[in-house]
């Protein structure tokens, strides 16, 4: 099964399927976008403030990194999300349980990955947009704070999608390491968000 | 690393053409990868021409060092012999593979991803290890800052700036390839 690709749509499209009622996209998609959109702003800030600040290029061409690998996220997600949800409609079914019990756990172990990487995207683009709004030209630091605000939204999403999962018990590295990203990009967005008001 | 990794093109054809075999073995080392690129890559040879192709370059170079003019231009002068013998491979091969062949503006635009893939390689080549470990774990290996903080035992808050000085080193560096002399180690 696999799903279309998010990227290939105008953004009307993509909310318009975001909207529909269908199993995806869903909350993974849209947060791979919050950051994949944050780190797009972390970069459109840098690059106009080349002219002042050292760093600015190389800190653009991390937020373009990530903007890439957040952006294709968005379908990764909806494909795990999709072949969970596939398996776990046949869990009931006749024939061998043994054998979809392992490929549902994987499914789902899968399901879980992806928003994980996601949060951790997000606690990057976060980082990024608090550096930029410490460094950049004036006129921009408003951006710099929506990024940072849009990027620990994107965390706080995923981290939950990584939570809610049905093979993540309380303890789970990935838990700890999702709740990490989701405090870390939260820090970053608060300080970003205080400097500037 | 060693030490001949770090010379440059003009000095290490200067080493082999006084006979040194380590300086030989790096420029081999610095240019196989190129070489394969281009065969299989750019032309599309199946592994058993690459192969041939790959030691009759190899064979012109050791052959015909003492031809090179400009020691410097050692890389556009293995890139042209690879194309020539990656032809020659070609139409040996006969017309029944031609439909494998890449179009004319195809194979410009591989050879052309394989030569700036490589320049930037050889300039990385010239930052210190951590910096070289710091850009690939980021944009090759996909690593989050936190990973790169962890396995690396550096402040957290300091991983993005510093990734931003090792590019700006290697940007110094990039630009400064046709200028010169090959930099230090930053």
């Given amino acids: 099964m696999e799903t279309e690709d998010y990227l290939d749509l105008r953004i009307d499209e993509f909310l318009d399927r975001l909207a529909e009622g269908g199993r995806a996209p869903g909350g993974g998609s849209a947060a791979a976008l919050a950051v994949a959109f944050a780190a797009g702003l972390v970069a459109m800030v840098a690059r106009c403030s080349r002219g002042s600040w050292e760093d600015a290029a190389g800190v653009a061409a991390q937020s373009l990194a990530i903007k890439e690998r957040a952006a294709q996220l968005a379908r990764t997600d909806a494909d795990a999300w999709q072949q969970a949800s596939a ?44 550096l930029v709004g410490e460094y950049c030209e004036g006129a921009y630091r408003a951006d710099a704070a929506a990024a940072a605000a849009l990027a620990s939204g994107g965390a706080s999403a995923a981290a939950h999608l990584v939570q809610v999962n049905l093979t993540v018990q309380e303890g789970d590295e990935r838990l700890k390491r999702a709740r990490a990203s989701e405090q870390a990009a939260a820090e970053s967005a608060k300080r970003t968000l205080a400097s500037i008001r | 690393m060693s030490q001949l990794s770090t010379l440059s093109d003009a000095e290490l054809v200067q080493r082999c053409r006084e006979g040194n075999t380590d300086a030989w073995n790096e420029l081999v080392e ?10 299989t890559r750019g032309y599309r040879l199946s592994e058993e021409d690459a192969d041939d192709v790959f030691q009759e370059v190899f064979t012109r170079v050791f052959t015909h060092l003492d031809t090179l003019r400009n020691d410097a231009a050692l890389r556009p002068w293995i890139a042209q012999l690879t194309r020539r013998l990656c032809l020659d491979s070609i139409t040996k091969r006969g017309r029944e593979q ?59 808050g300091t991983v993005a700036s510093r990734i931003a000085r090792c590019l700006s080193k290697l940007r110094t560096e990039l630009e400064g390839r046709n200028e010169g002399p090959r930099g230090s180690r930053g």
């Fill in chain 1, 87 to 130: 398996a776990l409609g046949e869990a009931g079914a006749d024939g061998d349980a043994e054998g979809r019990d392992r490929d549902l756990e994987q499914k789902l172990g899968h399901a879980a990955a992806v928003p994980l990487e996601i949060a951790e995207l997000g606690a990057d683009a976060a980082a990024l947009a608090a």
């Fill in chain 2, 30 to 39: 610095r240019f196989s990868r190129y070489v394969y690129a281009v065969c």
């Fill in chain 2, 98 to 156: 031609a439909t494998e062949e890449p179009m004319a503006e195809e194979l410009a635009a591989d050879l052309a991803e394989i030569d700036e893939a490589f320049t930037v390689r050889e300039a990385l080549a010239t930052l210190s290890d951590t910096c070289q470990e710091m850009l690939d774990r980021f944009f090759a290996r996909d690593q989050s800052y936190r990973t790169i903080s962890d396995e690396l035992d550096l402040p957290s």
